[in-house]
């Protein structure tokens, strides 16, 4: 895709949309597989604690292009 590849260059002209695969492909992130075990853990330990868990409100949203980021998520106990 670009010349010298190897080498970092920062004022390099962007290239083509979807050039490089941090998502998906051989360069997925390594930590994807253990992040979702940590965070199924997580969420099964929260809703044993409190099993009336409930949305007190709509969840609000960080516009981040290919993610659902969430900037707030109002629960009750």
Known sequence: MFADPERLDIS???GAPGH???AHGP????????AR???????AALLRRFPGLALA?????VPDP?????AA????L
């Open 12 to 14: 390099r002209a962007a």
């Open 20 to 22: 490089l695969g941090y």
């Open 27 to 34: 360069h997925f992130c390594l930590g994807a597989a253990p």
């Open 37 to 43: 075990a940590q965070t199924e853990v997580a969420l």
């Open 57 to 61: 409100g709509a969840p609000g949203r």
């Open 66 to 70: 290919g993610t659902w980021r969430l």
């Open 73 to 76: 998520l109002p629960v009750t």
